[in-house]
């Protein structure tokens, strides 16, 4: 059992920045591919970003070249610095931890609770 905690989230202006975090416990997270995704208010949970074990990450078109994610084996936390935010941004971030580096989010075997990222225009 791998259990997850996000954090980070809050409020934040057009333009602005912030850095999610997810921490780990339980069994180590280090054979685990990591996600994120998130979940606006009346759409679909969509893919944001996926780390691997060596440290390289897929993002989504959406996100590409605002999001960076990365990994902290040693803290067992996975993070993800959100740039340039904007307002269709705002969505509950959910991270995830698979067996496979993938952006299907039904492969992912453990998830968080969510943290509330909202940004205003």
């Known amino acids: 059992q791998v259990e997850l905690v996000e954090s980070g989230g809050g409020l934040v202006q057009s333009g602005g920045s912030l850095r999610l975090s997810c921490a780990a416990s339980g069994r180590t997270f280090r054979p685990y591919n990591m996600g994120w995704f998130r979940r606006a208010p009346g759409k679909e949970r969509e893919f944001v970003a996926a780390t691997n074990r060596n440290g390289e990450t897929n993002y989504a078109t959406s996100v590409k070249g605002r999001f960076t994610g990365s990994r902290d084996g040693s803290k067992n936390t996975v993070y993800l610095q959100m740039n340039m935010l904007i307002p269709e941004d705002t969505a509950v971030y959910y991270c995830?931890?698979?067996?496979?580096?993938?952006?299907?989010?039904?492969?992912?075997?453990?998830w968080g609770q969510g943290t509330q990222v909202t940004v205003s225009s």
């Open positions: 995830a931890a698979a067996r496979g580096w993938t952006r299907v989010s039904s492969e992912y075997e453990y």
